[in-house]
């Protein structure tokens, strides 16, 4: 923690810097600047400090506005390409192009698999893009904001049959099961 609040004591001193007529105006004595600050540790402290001052070195050098708490989120969480995550059409095509067994395949990014997956493989394969596109948006979107919030998704699971059966059974429990079968197939 003291660690965060020297972070956030350097950005306030970097801003004062930057923006100074804009700095005074919006934190014009002691106590709002302190309250100011106390939101910031509070907001800002899932990210390290180091992204917290990278983020802003970034906002100093893309704005010429003092930026508000809101701002300085967006800075920290990056953008989604900054965490290796296509755009939404070339996931789409990607998704739609990617032969079975889709978790095999070599996927860009794992949100692109989870996308396709939550948009169900068999709709986006046998519906026009004018229909299946915006499902796969949806999908897409809500786990790029994961990712950029700082959660990892799984990779995707490949399943095989084991190489060998670990239980064999006897004649006797075949036929059981046999019957048993046909008896609910109604054979």
């Known amino acids: 923690m003291p660690e965060l609040v020297d972070a956030i004591n350097q950005v306030f001193a970097l801003f004062r810097i930057n923006y100074h007529n804009q700095y005074h105006s919006a934190f014009g004595d002691v106590n709002t600047v302190n309250q100011a600050k106390r939101l910031w540790v509070e907001s800002l402290q899932r990210f390290a400090p180091e992204t917290i001052l990278r983020a802003a070195k970034q906002a100093i050098e893309q704005s010429d506005y003092l930026p508000t708490l809101h701002k300085m989120l967006t800075y920290c969480q990056g953008t989604p390409q900054q965490h290796g995550l296509p755009d939404v059409h070339s996931a789409y ?68 049959l084991p190489e060998q059966s670990s239980t064999t059974l006897s004649k006797e429990e075949n036929l059981e099961r046999l019957n048993k079968l046909r008896e609910e197939m109604g054979l």
């Open 93 to 160: 095509m990607e998704a739609c192009r990617a032969p079975s067994p889709k978790a095999e395949q070599k996927w860009s990014h794992a949100a692109v698999y989870h996308a396709g997956r939550e948009s169900d493989w068999f709709f986006l394969a046998n519906n026009p893009e004018r229909i299946t596109f915006p499902v796969f948006r949806e999908h897409y979107k809500r786990l790029c904001d994961q990712v950029v919030a700082g959660e990892s998704l799984p990779e995707p699971e490949v399943k095989r």
